[in-house]
């Protein structure tokens, strides 16, 4: 193989990279910002009590769902031969899982209320079941579109649907409708976006099943679908257990910046996720460009991750009373101590990534499981100390399981640990002088609104500085990576 041809390749990757990026960047920002406004109605219109329920009802959706989806959407993704053939094959492989899921929920609601809450839990699980079949549909349209790099159209469908869905939500909590007023916006959301990705993106497939393709799905998404139950179960277990370990109204203390924090992050996280995995599954086979992506991957998401932990932990006080009320001010401690963990979300999902692209997922289940044991035991002990305790266990927990799944990742690709810890602590150089500046506020300036209004200003200004006038104060890499497209922007 030539190596202009080869530098075409590349070239042909990077430009879908960035186009990529560039588009999820604004979708996410969107996203980001319907997030944060309907958070802020929520939470001023319902009490720690509902959100409580609805984060333990959440968490066993999102345990069924990692079950419904079956890994058919990352399968049909990963796939490099892929056919309509082995699309319909998926598709009705995820309407039967779903459909199955969905009907043992239903009937088995009242002792999974019973197990993880109380009877108040029961209808609701009984409406939310029908995520499972809209969500498992929808990801293998979204499959598809992300095979096509239709990044920017699915992002545009995602934003319709939430406008929609959470808006009918907030209407709903404004009326009283309280717990509901949640569930029917996440269910309205999933629907919509199940409905507008088959209306005007793929088109529907008929229901049949290849054997041969469907011993390859299982194969793929059945190591898949463990692995994802798993992790969901390791996410998902401070939500499934404090209601009884706690009490409902501390899960919803909790949970709320838990939610917060995780939302945005996942959005950050999501941009990368959703460009790289298509991209790293047509250079699974090429070693030495799956190093560098590695490492490029850790030395510029850690930057931006860093930043984004940097905002939430100096500027927690500011983003509660904007976003929460100064009722929830008793919390800005946990917030403090989630925010930590913001660096560790952006590496989990980076290795997630590459153990997907890479096919590795009968291995990732084993750390993954793992990981969920690391979990139970560290909120076992914390929640001991109250939602504190909670929240130092989930990070400390977090933190072993990282160093764990690093580790195995770098053996199999044959990257030195100490090279890919030498680019961790260098994306680290943008974060410095923030934290200089948030220690100084936290310990000697007082935390009024308008003080605190000022030190966000400053912060940003400041972060603006480094990432777009000054991008070699963030790294080298970054440097090179951003600087045409800033000459551009500049201009």
């Known amino acids: 193989m030539s190596d202009s041809y080869m530098d075409n390749k590349d070239h042909s990757n990077k430009n879908s990279l960035i186009k990529g990026i560039s588009s999820q960047t604004l979708i996410t920002i969107i996203i980001g910002l319907l997030n944060v406004v309907s958070f802020a109605f929520f939470s001023r219109l319902l009490s720690k009590e509902s959100f409580g329920y609805f984060a333990a009802l959440n968490a066993i959706i999102m345990v069924f769902q990692g079950i419904s989806e079956a890994g058919l959407g990352s399968a049909v993704i990963q796939k490099k031969d892929y056919t309509k053939q082995y699309f319909s094959t998926a598709f009705t492989l995820s309407l039967i899982v779903s459909s199955s899921l969905a009907l043992i929920l239903f009937i088995f609601a009242t002792p999974i209320a019973l197990l993880v809450s109380d009877e108040t839990l029961i209808k609701p699980i009984r409406i939310i079941c029908v995520l499972l079949i809209t969500n498992s549909i929808s990801s293998v349209g979204w499959a598809i579109m992300m095979r096509k790099l239709k990044f920017f159209r699915y992002g545009m469908i995602q934003v319709v649907s939430y406008i929609l869905s959470y808006g009918i939500g907030i209407y709903l909590a404004f009326k009283g409708y309280g717990l509901y007023s949640?569930?029917?916006?996440?269910?309205?959301?999933?629907?919509?976006?199940?409905?507008?990705?088959?209306?005007?993106?793929?088109?529907?497939?008929?229901?049949?099943?290849?054997?041969?393709?469907?011993?390859?799905?299982?194969?793929?998404?059945?190591?898949?679908?463990?692995?994802?139950?798993?992790?969901?179960?390791?996410?998902?277990?401070?939500?499934?257990?404090?209601?009884?370990?706690?009490?409902?109204?501390?899960?919803?203390?909790?949970?709320?910046?838990?939610?917060?924090?995780?939302?945005?992050s996942d959005r950050f996280n999501g941009i990368f996720d959703t460009v790289l995995f298509p991209i790293l599954s047509k250079i699974?086979?090429?070693?030495?460009?799956?190093?560098?992506?590695?490492?490029?991957?850790?030395?510029?998401?850690?930057?931006?991750?860093?930043?984004?932990?940097?905002?939430?932990?100096?500027n927690a006080e500011l983003i509660i009373q904007i976003f929460f009320g100064n009722e929830w001010l008793d919390i800005t401690y946990v917030f403090r101590i989630i925010s930590l963990g913001v660096v560790l979300m952006v590496d989990a999902r980076l290795m997630d990534c590459f153990f997907r692209s890479l096919a590795l997922v009968r291995l990732n289940f084993i750390l993954r499981l793992i990981c969920m044991f690391i979990m139970l035991g560290a909120l076992f002990i914390g929640s001991r100390h109250g939602i504190v305790g909670v929240a130092y266990g989930v990070v400390i927990a977090n933190t072993i399981s990282i160093i764990i799944k690093m580790t195995v990742l770098c053996n199999h690709i044959n990257v030195p640990l100490i090279k890919v810890l030498h680019e961790f602590l260098s994306s680290l150089k943008p974060v410095i002088l923030l934290c200089v500046l948030g220690v100084v506020y936290i310990l000697f300036v007082d935390k009024t609104i308008i003080c605190n209004v000022a030190f966000?200003?400053?912060?940003?200004?400041?972060?603006?500085?480094?990432?777009?006038?000054?991008?070699?104060m963030v790294s080298t890499k970054y440097a090179l990576f951003i600087e045409p497209y800033l000459k551009r922007f500049r201009k």
């Open 182 to 264: 949640l569930v029917i916006s996440a269910v309205l959301n999933s629907v919509l976006t199940c409905l507008f990705v088959f209306s005007f993106e793929v088109r529907i497939p008929r229901l049949y099943i290849e054997r041969s393709d469907c011993r390859q799905i299982v194969s793929f998404g059945g190591w898949l679908t463990a692995s994802a139950m798993v992790n969901q179960l390791t996410f998902q277990l401070d939500k499934l257990v404090l209601s009884k370990w706690l009490s409902v109204i501390e899960l919803g203390a909790y949970s709320r910046p838990s939610g917060f924090i995780g939302t945005i």
């Open 284 to 314: 699974q086979d090429d070693a030495e460009r799956i190093k560098q992506s590695f490492l490029d991957a850790i030395s510029l998401l850690n930057s931006f991750s860093a930043v984004l932990a940097a905002v939430f932990f100096f």
């Open 456 to 472: 966000a200003i400053l912060f940003a200004i400041v972060t603006g500085v480094e990432f777009i006038l000054c991008p070699k």
